[in-house]
């Protein structure tokens, strides 16, 4: 059963464009239609706040304003591309039918994640993970409301950046930070 | 007599006016130019007909040189008239430099004007009509603003845009110009940007115009467009849907009367270059021209 998509998301001009709904057989056309499956496909799980995408359940694969859709083979070659250029996972890599959208990918976020810790004064001092996703002070930054799963992977590179301490707390979410 | 054109509205009656105006007082001599230059032997005196052939011969190489000395002091007369006709454009130019640097209409008769004089405001950077009217400076900024939307769109369109989308896409920017007012943000034309694109070409940069049909349109690619593929797209923009232009091989050999192959190997080469792309529905195949 495919999710209906709410009328505040403003589709691109490209989606009405029927060649948009077959896979470009010049590869340099190619590349910019992938391109452009990338950005709608991330745009609206970020904007819709969807953190996974159901392959089958995915309204975005099929335009009836114009009559167009995507074959299965079609889809599975935008998906392969998307996981490839680091904008989603596989929860199920054998399958591949639930794929995690990552709004951010870790490394954004983690850079993101520091710089708010410098102007914020978080240096040398300590918060949890609990108040990066939902914290007061982090109103606007791209990581509110992230996944904490994805938080941990940003967390991973900042220390192996040097730029921050984990700390096993009584909860998850209550694992402390310490950045440097 | 006062200009009449300085008190009448913007048309092109003032044009007419101005023209007139300015050839009002021929040169005096010129009476005589305007007709048949050859002298007639009876304007000369009574004792060379009286002479035999030869002598009628030598008058022949006199009448002659008549002729090249009246040609050329009807030549020096012409000059003199153009020299004036210049004085009094520029003249005209200072007077009606808001109009031309603000009204497209104005500034698009007025370059008609210009050009049988071989007047080119455009081209001239310094010296008068570079620094008076400053248009030149405003073609070229204009320009630099159409390249950067060509080139911005030819990863969309392979390299091939209407003028009309230009100005669209210039227009929802806001981009401001030198001469552009706040309250007529559409101080440029369609005629503008397509005079813009052929000083770009002059400079030997790739950029063209080319006629699509009923479109005008630039293109930014320096590959050749032949015959074949200009015809495709002239059928494609006759065949629009919604702001698409679109063709199939079928409907190619039946409008252009060409053969399936040649058909299908014009549309395989704008597929190539990325001018088109493939809609393929079931067994149909669909040829695509984004905006």
Same mark, same amino acid.
């Given at each position: ?11 691109? !001009? /490209? ?9 470009? =057989?010049?590869?340099? #056309? &190619?590349?910019?239609? %992938? ?45 392969? !591309? /998307? ?9 199920? =890599?054998?399958?591949? #039918? &639930?794929?995690?959208? %990552? ?78 | ?291």
């Amino acid at each position: 059963m495919t999710a209906t998509i709410p009328d505040s998301f403003k589709f691109p !001009d /490209f989606y009405n464009f029927p060649p948009f709904f077959t896979i470009q =057989p010049v590869l340099a #056309t &190619r590349e910019k239609q %992938l391109g452009q499956w990338r950005e709608l496909i991330l745009r609206y799980h970020t904007d819709l706040k969807i953190k996974t995408l159901v392959l089958h359940e995915c309204p975005l694969w099929k335009n009836p304003k114009i009559e167009r859709e995507l074959t299965g083979d079609e889809i599975r070659l935008v998906m392969d !591309d /998307f996981v490839t250029s680091g904008h989603g996972e596989w929860e199920d =890599p054998q399958t591949r #039918t &639930r794929c995690r959208i %990552l709004w951010r990918k870790p490394e954004q976020l983690a850079s993101d994640i520091y710089d708010w810790a410098v102007s914020n004064g978080y240096v040398n001092s300590v918060c949890t993970v609990f108040e990066l996703h939902s914290g007061e002070d982090v109103n606007g930054m791209s990581f509110q409301g992230a996944d904490e799963e994805l938080l941990r992977r940003a967390l991973g590179i900042l220390e192996s950046q040097g730029k921050c301490a984990l700390f096993r707390g009584d909860t998850s979410s209550e694992d402390g930070i310490k950045f440097f | 007599s006062s200009y009449p054109y300085l008190r009448s509205p913007p048309s092109s009656s003032r044009f007419y006016f101005f023209m007139k105006w300015a050839l009002q007082s021929p040169p005096p001599a010129s009476r005589i130019f305007n007709h048949n230059i050859y002298i007639l032997p009876t304007q000369y005196p009574m004792s060379h007909r009286r002479r035999g052939v030869g002598a009628a011969r030598a008058g022949a190489k006199a009448y002659t040189k008549k002729a090249e000395e009246m040609n050329a002091v009807s030549l020096a007369r012409a000059m003199e008239t153009v020299e004036k006709l210049e004085v009094k454009l520029e003249g005209f130019a200072k007077t009606h430099k808001h109009e031309i640097q603000h009204d497209p209409a104005f500034r698009a008769k007025f370059l008609e004007m210009c050009a049988p004089l071989g007047v080119d405001p455009l081209s001239a950077e310094k010296g008068f009509w570079g620094n008076m009217l400053g248009i030149g400076e405003f073609y070229y900024e204009l320009s630099v603003k159409v390249a950067e939307v060509c080139l911005a769109s030819r990863s969309r369109n392979g390299g091939i845009i209407r003028v009309s989308e230009v100005k669209d896409i210039l227009t929802q920017r806001g981009t401001k110009f030198k001469f552009a007012d706040s309250k007529n943000k559409s101080s440029y034309s369609e005629e503008d940007i397509v005079t813009s694109v052929k000083k770009l070409s002059k400079l030997g940069s790739g950029f063209r115009t080319v006629e699509v049909g009923k479109s005008m349109m630039i293109v930014s690619v320096p590959e050749e467009l032949d015959d074949d593929h200009m015809k495709v797209m002239d059928l494609a923009e006759e065949n629009r849907c919604g702001a698409y232009g679109v063709v199939t091989v079928k409907g190619v050999t039946a409008e252009l009367g060409w053969d399936h192959d040649r058909a299908k190997r014009a549309l395989e080469l704008l597929l190539g270059k990325g001018m088109a792309w493939l809609d393929a529905v079931g067994a149909e195949k669909y040829y695509w021209f984004p905006r």
